[in-house]
Every structure is written in C-alpha cells, then in structure tokens.
C-alpha cells in the first residue's frame, strides 16, 4: 500500500460520508447498467456499523476514499452459510459488505490495497479468521476484482430470480 494510504476504524463523524458514498456508487452502478446493489443505506445502519467497530474507511492524506463493512458471523446470525455449504467448513468466519469506492477512484488499484491491508488489521485481532462476501453473479468485472484480491470462488447460488457468487479468503 502507498505510504500515504491508510485504512482504519470509521469514526462516528465520518457516517454521513460513508451514506452518501454508498448512494453515489449506487447511482454509478445504476449509469453503467450494472445490477449489483450496494445501497441505499440507512444512516442508523452505518453507525451501528461505526459503533461496532466493524466499519472501515480507506484515507489518503487525511481524504477518504472508500469504505467497507466487515464483521464476525455465525450461521444463526446468517443463515446463508448453511445454504452455502461454509457453516461446517469455516471456524471463523466474517462477511464481508458494502465495499464501495469514490467513483473517481476506481480503476486504481486502490480497492485491492484496501483489501489487503483489510485483511492484515483483521489478522491482527482474529489471525484464524476468513472472510466472506457474495456478488451478483453477473458481474464478471467484481468476480475478476475479488479473485484479483486473493479470494477464491466458493461457488455460485442461486437467490430469487438471480445468483450470487460466493467468495472467501483467509486473512494470512
């Protein structure tokens, strides 16, 4: 990661930033025809996430430049493990939300350092810890960029009337 780079704990004064964050990429996913939803998302909700320590920015110089929701699961408080074959097979599990990164940003690399170093602070606390996140199936831009990152496809599930792609990744 550039030395500059950071990412860190959320603080409760960055929660508007992170809302209207989340909503400016969803517009942006919307424009470009993408169908993967992210947001909207309530203010409540990131700062339950901020309160729980679970909220992560990404700043440079003191901007910030994204955001991502991390937090430790289990299969009664996400009963999809179950349904994706993870409950028996992770003694650690995370899940991994709503990674979104200034538009402008993008394209940058700096979602993959984000990653990585997402990965190292988690280590730090829960060196036994993988992390889970789902996609929508069709977005092969996201499936490529979380390989990229160095998580590997579970597999793909299906939800209603479209599918999501399961992905995990130890923290070490």
Known sequence: M?????V???RPDEVAYIVDLIDRVQQNLIKTGSLQVIGPISHE???GYVAAETAFVLEDKGHLL???FVSPITAESCPELVRWQLAEVIARPWFLRTLALEPGQQG???GLQLLAALKKLLARSDPHATIILDCWAGNSNLRTFYTRAGFKLHGVFPVHDYSVAVFTSAVV
């Open 108 to 110: 940058r690399g700096l």
């Open 45 to 47: 909700r990131v700062s």
């Open 2 to 6: 550039e030395a500059s780079l950071q």
């Open 8 to 10: 860190r704990l959320a």
């Open 66 to 68: 994204g955001s991502v």
